[in-house]
Structure formats: C-alpha cells, structure tokens
C-alpha cells in the first residue's frame, strides 16, 4: 500500500459545479496537509495549507481533513475553466519532505 | 521576482552525457528540497539541505547524482552518464521555519 492514494482521474465537471478531490494516507505521523495544483510544463503552485482536523476555506476553496479517517479532501466551488489542472494532495511530517499522492487531473468545461 | 528559480528550464541530452541543473530558492530560505517528477506522478523526494549541509537522500538518489549547496544559497543537481530512465522533470522547492514549500517551474530533462 502506498502511504498516499489518490484517484487520478481525469474528472470532468461542468463550469460552476461543485468540484470534490480526496486521498487517503496511512502514515499517523503525517502532521501537515496541503494541496497543490499544478498546470502543464508549471511546478506545483501551493494552495492550501493545514495542519489539524476541520475544515478550513479560502475564497473558493475549502480544505478538509480527518485524521480519524486519515482521509482528506479539497473542495472548489463555482468551477471555472481556469480551475482546470491537475491537484496534488501532499503530506508530511514535521520538519520533514513532502509525500505527494499521484494528482487528479480535473477538467472544467465551458 | 522573488519565488524559487531553476535553471535551465528544458535540458535535452544524449545518453551518457553529464548534466547540472542549478536552482535559487526563495530569499533567507534555509532548507531546500530536490524532487523528481515522471509523466502522470507526483513528485518523490529525492534530497534536501539545511543551509549547505546536506541532511537527507532518498535511495532514488543512485550514486550518478550528486547535489551540492555550497554557501547555502543556491543549489545544483548533477547527473552523471545520463540514462533514458532519468527523462524526467526535475523540481526544487524551499522552505523556512516549518513553513510549507514552495516550488519553482523545474527542469525537464529529456534524453535522446
């Protein structure tokens, strides 16, 4: 079992649909919960930030984590196309690298 | 600018042929990753420094690479005796204080 899974899609929506991406971890030691969206030939560029269970939102977008579950997810609200990338659930441990799950490619369409 | 640089952005080789990548992390950032990204994965760790010293390598890091920051600023990747198996995009990112990384565009390296 790798430590994080994560659905790699592709996963359609249409524009202003509510956008739901999950993964699964299975290392307890994982303390930081990010998400990262990437676009082609691009680095990953961060957009959210936590570290404890709850939820936590930022414009459009909501993080959620449970650490009970060792399952979390991202939210987009009102989807635009420019919201089309591929989404990088990542985790780590204090202090320490980051584990990426596979990413999700999402495609908005008009 | 003041996000994380690297350096060449496309490198395209001939099997066998050494080559470095340099990267410039983000101002007054003391720790610096090396990640390694293939066609339709994430990225996976493959080194990281703490100001110049070099605290961690992942067993993807084969004795034909090698990684420096020599003043803990700016870093370089190098590989050596390049095989088709290292096509692939080659990311840093940096980081301070518990902070989470931020990462440049990477160098996408392919071999002919």
């Known amino acids: 079992q790798k430590e994080v899974e994560q659905d790699p899609g592709p996963l359609s929506v249409p524009e202003g649909a509510i956008v739901s991406l999950n993964c699964t971890y299975s290392n307890s030691a994982f303390q930081y919960f990010m998400w990262y969206r990437q676009y082609s030939r691009k680095g990953p560029e961060l957009l959210m930030y936590t570290y404890s269970s709850g939820n936590k939102e930022d414009g459009r977008f909501t993080a959620q984590v449970d650490k009970s579950s060792k399952y979390i997810s991202l939210f987009i609200r009102d989807s635009q196309p420019s919201d089309s990338a591929t989404y990088l659930c990542?985790?780590?441990?204090?202090?320490?690298?980051?584990?990426f799950g596979k990413g999700t490619r999402l495609h908005i369409l008009p | 600018d003041t996000g994380v640089s690297q350096d060449p952005r496309h490198k395209i080789t001939k099997r066998g042929q050494n080559v470095t990548f340099r990267c410039d992390p983000i101002s007054e950032h003391n720790r610096l990753y090396w990640y390694r990204q293939t066609l339709g994965q994430g990225p996976e760790f493959l080194t990281y420094?703490?100001?110049?010293?070099?605290?961690?390598k992942s067993r993807l890091l084969s004795d034909r690479f090698s990684a420096e920051r020599p003043k803990g600023s700016f870093s370089t990747l190098e590989i050596q005796r390049t095989e088709q198996g290292d096509s692939a995009m080659y990311l840093c990112?940096?980081?301070?204080?518990?902070?989470?990384?931020?990462f440049g565009d990477g160098t996408r390296l392919s071999i002919l």
């Open positions: 990542a985790m780590s441990a204090r202090d320490d690298k980051i584990i």
């Open positions: 990112a940096s980081t301070i204080n518990n902070q989470p990384q931020h």
């Open positions: 420094f703490q100001n110049e010293a070099q605290l961690e």
